[in-house]
């Protein structure tokens, strides 16, 4: 085995031996909302530290727990009492934005029924929708998840139906369901898959290995001498 064959074997064994690995960034939001709520979120720094000259394979972008509240006020005009089913139907998005953008999207819902008294107002009163979850893995398009900075246009938005509130009610005879103050909780989480950087062995590992196989290859030599 001669030192080129050697070398060449010993940058396949440290190219084998190296893995996938992944990083993630993680966080929380708890705040009102009237307009998509802006995230800010690390870029997969390949450039320069821990990091540097890993290949990014895919991206993980999570709603690891999401929820939201407004305050709901129930009207009713009638003269009998009448029971109110509130409901909520909806969901957040966590991602990016605009053309190419990646995102994941959580189902939210909220399904009650409340007794409300003839000629009066329930509420305001706050009501929560169930946690939703989701999680979505991309791995292609992935240039506005690398850099040494932040990823652009990463924003958590509210999705609703119908528009606005997105809180509605039904079951009264005579008045209107009204929302205020809508509340997002969310916890969210970027997850980086990378493969690093193929390590380029040292002169002193390079020597290490042409000794080893000049050993095996006396070794063999000398075998077969002794068996002649």
């Known amino acids: 085995m001669n030192k080129k064959m050697i070398a060449m074997a010993s940058i396949l064994a440290l190219a084998g031996m190296v893995q996938a690995a992944t990083v993630s960034y993680e966080n929380t939001v708890s705040q009102s909302y009237s307009t998509p709520i802006s995230v800010t979120v690390q870029q997969f720094n390949n450039i320069s530290g821990a990091y540097a000259g890993a290949t990014l394979n895919s991206v993980t972008l999570s709603l ?72 979505q893995e991309f791995d292609s398009g992935l240039n506005s998840f690398i850099g040494t900075g932040n990823v652009g246009n990463m924003k958590i938005s509210l999705l609703v139906t119908p528009p606005y509130s997105g809180w509605g009610g039904a079951g009264y005879l005579d008045g209107s369901t009204g929302a205020s103050g809508n509340t997002i909780d969310a916890s969210w989480k970027v997850t980086y898959d990378y493969t690093p950087e193929v390590p380029v062995p040292e002169p002193a590992s390079m020597a290490l290995f042409g000794v080893g196989g000049l050993v095996v290859a006396l070794r063999r030599r000398y075998g077969k001498n002794k068996k002649a």
């Open 64 to 135: 690891v727990s999401a929820k939201e509240s407004a305050n709901v006020t129930i009207q009713n005009n009638d003269n009998v009492a009448d029971d109110v089913e509130v409901y909520f139907s909806g969901a957040l998005k966590f991602g990016t934005t605009g053309t190419g953008g990646k995102s994941t999207t959580a189902g939210l819902s909220f399904d009650d029924t409340y007794s409300v008294a003839a000629n009066s107002v329930w509420g305001p009163t706050k009501l929560t929708t169930g946690v939703g979850t989701a999680s």
